[in-house]
């Protein structure tokens, strides 16, 4: 069935560092692959996403690339802040197919960013 | 965005009983989607919300134990029934924006604890 890794699991950075977290899928019809961003009991917010036919999107200091060959995807950002702090899930998704657009999701990595 | 709520926030329940969980948004939505998010897991999705017809449930979530309905483009419900410990967990439903290229938004979830 589809699924979707993640890495690293947990992630530290110095205040000011950059932070890659990579994200693998199984599927070759996944076409949509949002990443969100959770803090501690709040509900996952949706911080950036890239579609099949873009490689690249950068919204600030946030950024996301796509390899459809390798069927891998990656998300960037730099000049990390404590409030960047958080869990960030990546997924994927078919889109507008009969599957609805239904979301598999990564297992999560945990972000820390210290001052 | 659309703006979701969800009802219950959070309840304490006993083995045994069931819980029905609601979801509002405040707009006409295509998708609504019911996900479960175990204790310092990733999001797993129970089943898409079809209006005026039956759920479409993900593997190892069946319609008996977690029924579901969508009487309109804006409100579902999804009851955890005949509960254990094992249910213990945050219920998140979220929705489709397809008007938005598939983005999707979630609720502020229901953290069900289950005795």
């Known amino acids: 069935g589809e699924n979707v890794e993640q890495h690293p699991s947990t992630l530290s950075v110095q205040e000011g560092d950059s932070a890659v977290i990579k994200c693998t899928y199984s599927d070759s019809a996944s076409n949509y692959f949002p990443w969100y961003k959770q803090e501690l009991g709040k509900r996952p917010q949706l911080i950036i996403d890239i579609r099949s036919n873009v490689g690249e999107k950068k919204d600030q200091r946030i950024a996301v690339t796509l390899n459809k060959t390798a069927k891998h995807f990656s998300l960037h950002i730099t000049e990390t802040q404590p409030e960047d702090s958080a869990v960030y899930f990546c997924?994927?998704?078919?889109?507008?197919?009969?599957?609805?657009?239904?979301?598999?999701f990564g297992q999560g990595t945990e972000l820390s960013v210290k001052p | 965005s659309a703006v979701i709520s969800q009802k219950p926030s959070r309840d304490i329940c006993q083995r045994g009983t069931s819980l029905t969980i609601q979801c509002q948004v405040d707009s006409q939505v295509t998708m609504m989607f019911w996900y479960r998010q175990q204790p310092g897991q990733s999001l797993t999705l129970i089943a898409t919300a079809n209006q005026g017809s039956e759920a479409t449930y993900e593997s190892g979530f069946v319609i008996d134990k977690f029924p579901i309905s969508r009487p309109n483009l804006t409100f579902s419900t999804l009851t955890v029934s005949n509960m254990s410990p094992e249910d213990s967990s945050i219920y998140l439903c979220?929705?489709?924006?397809?008007?938005?290229?598939?983005?999707?938004?979630f609720g502020p979830g229901t953290r069900l604890t289950v005795l």
């Open positions: 997924a994927a998704s078919r889109g507008l197919d009969k599957q609805g657009g239904k979301l598999i």
């Open positions: 979220s929705v489709g924006m397809w008007e938005r290229g598939n983005e999707q938004f």
